[in-house]
């Protein structure tokens, strides 16, 4: 027995070496096989499922990156030169194929899309040079912002899709803000068995944030998470302003968002806490005495003196910090919805 499942193993050796096997999903045992020749491809889709080697074998067969490198290999052989088809690893001087070029494309643009770099930073003389000792030419600027980013963007779309479509219970969290334009935003999360998973921001551009207008922006998101099935949505989390208040009261009069919990957002709620205790009769525009109150104003008065008013003395004070601390910390101004800055205002 023990020798045929190793002769068995040794015949599928080529099925198994043109997978990555990564971790299972959220409730899932089996672990997951992504082709890693169409793994970041849009056409044709991905192949991503349990590993199941007939399967995998049945998708390779009809696989055109897969045939074309196989194509490729098999000229290289005619030629006499070496086959590097059972190479698991990508070598930077192997470039010559379609699919590999495609891959660290799309890892290039990967790597520009979650360090925020911008597109022409890599066009310098010295990384330009980097490239070439490296034998990869990089993308040009307008390539990577279209259809690289749009891989990129559809391929962790598609992974989140999965994850979220996997449970039949999810959460939703809405915030609205303004970005550094001042355009105002809404922001969109889900929530899949304890994790975050960013869904979208969108322009509010002149509508009205009202709480019937919030709920059907939100209801048309989930719409689109569930795929129709609002029954899986089962909590709305938002912070705890009067309009998002009057929103939790909206679920209950739509027959579709009835059965949807409206919960607030626990920093946000413990912040404003905070606050009405350090600064109490503000809400009511009265000034009311206290010794935490006193405190408070005195670390407040101390940290604008450093942070707005001395520039020379903040770096006096940081010197100070180096030689009896070996490091520097910063001063934090405190805001009443920003989580921790009110215990952090004591560094």
């Known amino acids: 027995?023990?020798?045929?499942?190793?002769?068995?193993?040794?015949?599928?050796?080529?099925?198994?070496?043109?997978?990555?096997?990564?971790?299972s999903k959220p409730g899932q045992s089996t672990p997951f096989a992504h082709c890693r020749y169409c793994k970041d491809s849009t056409d044709p889709p991905p192949f991503a499922r349990t590993w199941n080697t007939t399967i995998m074998e049945e998708h390779l067969k009809k696989c055109p990156l897969y045939l074309q490198e196989e194509a490729h290999q098999k000229e290289l052989r005619a030629k006499?030169?070496?086959?590097n088809k059972k190479q698991k690893k990508l070598t930077f001087h192997s470039h010559d194929t379609p699919s590999i070029k495609h891959k660290l494309d799309t890892l290039f643009g990967m790597a520009v899309f979650t360090s925020c770099s911008s597109f022409n930073q890599f066009e310098t003389p010295e990384w330009q040079e980097f490239f070439k000792a490296l034998g990869y030419t990089p993308p040009h600027r307008n390539t990577l912002s279209s259809t690289i980013l749009d891989r990129c963007?559809?391929?962790?779309?598609?992974?989140?899709?999965d994850i979220i479509n996997s449970s039949s219970n999810i959460g939703i969290v809405a915030d609205e803000s303004t970005n550094i334009s001042g355009t105002r935003i809404e922001n969109i999360s889900v929530i899949v068995k304890g994790t975050s998973y960013f869904w979208s921001n969108e322009s509010l551009e002149d509508r009205n944030a009202t709480a019937d207008a919030t709920i059907q922006s939100i209801k048309q998101k989930a719409l689109?998470?569930?795929?129709?099935d609002l029954?899986?949505?089962?909590a709305l989390s938002t912070d705890t302003c009067s309009t998002q208040q009057a929103s939790w009261a909206k679920l209950k009069s739509d027959p579709d968002l009835a059965h949807v919990f409206g919960i607030g957002c626990d920093s946000h709620g413990i912040q404003l806490i905070i606050k009405d205790i350090v600064e109490p009769g503000r809400e009511a525009?009265?000034?009311i005495s206290s010794k935490?109150?006193?405190?408070?104003?005195?670390?407040?008065?101390?940290?604008?003196?450093?942070?707005?008013?001395?520039?020379?003395?903040?770096g006096i004070l940081r010197q100070k910090q180096v030689t009896t601390l070996n490091k520097?910390?910063?001063?934090?101004?405190?805001g009443n919805t920003r989580w921790g800055t009110q215990v952090s205002l004591r560094n």
């Open 292 to 314: 935490i109150h006193d405190f408070w104003l005195e670390f407040q008065s101390i940290i604008s003196y450093f942070g707005h008013k001395s520039t020379l003395q903040l």
């Open 1 to 23: 027995m023990g020798a045929n499942n190793t002769q068995n193993a040794q015949k599928h050796d080529w099925v198994h070496n043109a997978f990555d096997k990564e971790p």
């Open 328 to 334: 520097t910390i910063a001063l934090i101004t405190a």
């Open 80 to 83: 006499g030169l070496p086959d």
């Open 231 to 234: 029954k899986r949505l089962g």
């Open 153 to 161: 963007y559809d391929s962790t779309k598609t992974q989140v899709t």
């Open 224 to 228: 689109d998470i569930t795929q129709g």
């Open 285 to 287: 525009k009265v000034q």
